[in-house]
């Protein structure tokens, strides 16, 4: 029998078989062995290990029992080695729990979000669901030209070669956004903008399939990140992400007094030089226009 994939339904098993891939035969305390055709352990070796029989671990991984028991989904987690927000993600795929409310209205960014990012001096933006950018400020531009209002940051970083030059440390900034995309969409696999962002990220880019189709769970939200910019060079900056109603604020600020706080003042002079024009002209009101996308 042909076993169902994730497309088809199977999403605790294709999680288990993915995640028991990663887990090597070492980390698991076993023995390598000298004859393994699959990476990571047998299902065999998960079932032992986990204290449940073969027959039954099959079953979990080919979807024809979709509501373990807790019990037995924490053993499958201890064995394969899930951080909490993997584990709580794990328990979360039973049939038992039941589903988020679908949001049937789109996103949309409050007037009041609007006059502040207006306000703010430092880049900030406003992202929804799928990081799509819903309304951003001139620093926020200045900062990235990825991040103007209308356009998605993960397609950016996967695709937008500028944007892959733009992070010091690509490769994690892609798994990290790609986990968070897995973790956001949850049960919540029939999102038109979901099916949408994934279905073209999966035929566009390789990086994005291989990171897939780990499986990988993760939040995205606070941290600090180092960014190369094509005119003022390295900036180490904080990210902080701020709910609002439906969407998430965005604000990447500076150490106080720091080189990289010297180097956003410089930015925001030039962009502000920029926007004045040549004759000193006074800038135009660049405030955002609401991007109103559907996420279901």
Do not use: C
Not at 20 to 43: D, F
Not at 219 to 233: C, E, K, N, R, Y
């Amino acid at each position: 029998m042909k076993e169902k994939d994730e497309e088809s339904g199977n999403r605790l098993g294709s999680y288990l078989r993915a995640r028991r891939e990663l887990v090597s035969p070492a980390e698991a305390g076993l023995p390598p062995g000298g004859n393994r055709r699959v990476p990571g352990l047998r299902r065999e070796e998960v079932a032992l290990l986990a204290g449940i029989s073969p027959d039954y671990y099959l079953r979990l991984e080919r979807g024809r029992d979709n509501n373990p028991s807790p019990q037995v989904l924490e053993s499958l987690a201890r064995v394969l080695r899930l951080d909490d927000i993997e584990r709580t993600y794990l328990l979360g795929l039973t049939a038992a729990r039941p589903r988020a409310p679908r949001r049937k209205r789109p996103e949309h960014v409050p007037p009041r979000v609007h006059e502040l990012l207006a306000h703010l001096s430092i880049p900030a933006f406003v992202e929804g669901r799928a990081f799509d950018v819903l309304a951003s400020n001139p620093m926020a531009v200045a900062l990235s030209p990825r991040l103007r209002t209308g356009l998605n940051r993960l397609r950016s970083l996967l695709l937008d070669p500028e944007e892959q030059a733009f992070h010091q440390d690509w490769p994690k900034a892609t798994a990290d956004f790609v986990a968070a995309l897995r973790t956001t969409i949850g049960d919540d696999t029939d999102n038109p903008r979901f099916v949408e962002l994934v279905g073209e990220l999966a035929l566009s880019s390789q990086r994005f399939r291989t990171l897939w189709a780990r499986h990988d769970v993760r939040g995205l939200d606070g941290g600090t990140t180092t960014v190369h910019h094509p005119v003022v060079g390295e900036l180490r900056l904080h990210r902080d992400k701020l709910p609002i109603d439906d969407v998430i604020l965005v604000v990447y600020y500076p150490d106080k007094n720091s080189d990289s706080d010297e180097k956003l003042r410089l930015l925001a002079a030039l962009a502000h030089t920029e926007s004045a024009g040549p004759e000193g002209n006074k800038p135009t009101d660049n405030k955002p226009t609401d991007n109103k996308l559907p996420t279901g």
